[in-house]
C-alpha cells in the first residue's frame, strides 16, 4: 500500500493550495479518507474526513469554511482545498486510510495506512 501526498508549499497568509493524495495497493472506494496535520512540537490532528459511504464530510471546528475534502474513487485520489490560509495552518498535512466507525473518525488510531506527509508552511 502507498499513499503519495503532495501540493505543500510555501504561500503566504490568506493564500490558497491544494493538497492531493494518490493511493495505490488498495480498493479506494473501500475506504474513508482523512487529512490530519502536524505541527511542530504538536501532536497530531484531525483536519477533515470523508467517508466510503459518501455524505457530508468532517472537518474540524477550525477549518470549517475554509478547507474542503474531496475525492476521486476513479482516480484514487483525496484532495484537501485549502482557502484563506493562517499562519497557524503551518504543520505537515498527512493522508490516511481507514474503515473507522462515526465517533472514532478524528482518531489517528482509526487510521490504518498514512502517507509520508507534505508540508505545508503560511507566512504572515
Known amino acids: 500500500v502507498q499513499l503519495q501526498a503532495s501540493g505543500g508549499g510555501l504561500v503566504q497568509a490568506g493564500d490558497s493550495l491544494r493538497l492531493s493524495c494518490t493511493a495505490s495497493?488498495?480498493?479506494?472506494?473501500?475506504?474513508?479518507w482523512a487529512w490530519f496535520r502536524q505541527a511542530p512540537g504538536k501532536e497530531r490532528e484531525f483536519v477533515s474526513a470523508i467517508r466510503r459511504s459518501g455524505g457530508r464530510p468532517y472537518y474540524a471546528d477550525s477549518e470549517k469554511g475554509r478547507f474542503t475534502i474531496s475525492r476521486d474513487n476513479a482516480k484514487k485520489t483525496v484532495s484537501l482545498q485549502m482557502n484563506s490560509l493562517k499562519p497557524e495552518d503551518t504543520a505537515v498535512y498527512y493522508c490516511a486510510a481507514g474503515t473507522p466507525v462515526l465517533s472514532y473518525m478524528r482518531e489517528t488510531t482509526a487510521y490504518k495506512h498514512w502517507g509520508q506527509g507534505t508540508l505545508v508552511t503560511v507566512s504572515s
Open positions: 495497493g488498495l480498493t479506494f472506494s473501500q475506504y474513508d
